[in-house]
């Protein structure tokens, strides 16, 4: 069940920041709201929940602020909502604060051009070392098999909490990947099924319904797999 005062800062930052200033986030040019990392104005419209935990706040306000503007594909929501249901997830699981953070963060390194060191700065090294587990290699000199295979291995090695974050990310995307693109699924769902291959930690639960994904597409049930995900099954 999603944390009331995590969702409560979810629907105020989305509030409290509807407006941009331009700013330098991440080494390039981003309309952001606010100076990032900085969470001091949300937490002061939040002075009624003093257990809220400090570093998911600040964690939950960075992502906004680096995903401002930017869309879903396939689904066309607003990005910030992948990280919220991720971060959820990964909160059912009973992940740690620092994994909690992460999940927020997961996507800021690859697709905002966010540094490691920016966030260990705002975060922590911990808190870097999984947002960084969790970034696919980029390197364009190399072939596609190649850099997965070099994601598989560094989240082989990854601790519980980065890979009960990678499946949380994986169960989230999935859905819209195999309804609305039936070529790079094919792709997809064979990386996904080569990964949980060798990458055998995190939530129990989190990969049977991986898992129970692969083994659906791969027996052509599809359809039903994606109605029982549309109704919370």
Not at 184 to 200: K, P
Request: proline share 5%; glycine share 6%.
């Amino acid at each position: 069940m999603t944390d009331a005062r995590i969702d409560a800062v979810h629907r105020l930052s989305l509030a409290a920041y509807g407006g941009s200033s331009r700013e330098s986030f991440g080494g390039r040019q981003w309309d952001v709201p606010f100076r990032p990392g900085d969470a001091r104005v949300l937490l002061g419209l939040l002075t009624h929940l003093p257990e809220l935990p400090y570093l998911e706040v600040r964690a939950c306000v960075f992502a906004h602020a680096a995903h401002l503007g930017q869309r879903r594909r396939y689904i066309d929501e607003p990005y910030i909502e992948h990280p919220r249901r991720v971060a959820e997830m990964a909160r059912a699981a009973g992940c740690s604060a620092p994994a909690l953070a992460a999940a927020w963060l997961h996507d800021v390194m690859e697709d905002c051009g966010v540094s490691s060191d920016a966030i260990a700065e705002q975060f922590g090294r911990q808190v870097a070392e999984m947002v960084a587990d969790l970034t696919k290699c980029d390197d364009p000199a190399l072939p596609r098999r190649q850099r997965k295979q070099l994601d598989r291995e560094r989240l082989a090695k990854a601790c519980d909490d980065s890979q009960t974050v990678k499946l949380a990310d994986i169960l989230d995307n999935a859905p819209s990947i195999i309804g609305s693109d039936p070529d790079f699924a094919r792709v997809y769902v064979c990386e996904i099924d080569a990964l949980l291959d060798d990458m055998r930690g995190g939530s129990a639960a989190l990969r049977s319904r991986a898992l129970e994904m692969i083994a659906a597409y791969q027996q052509g049930r599809v359809e039903s797999w994606l109605e029982s995900r549309s109704t919370g099954g």
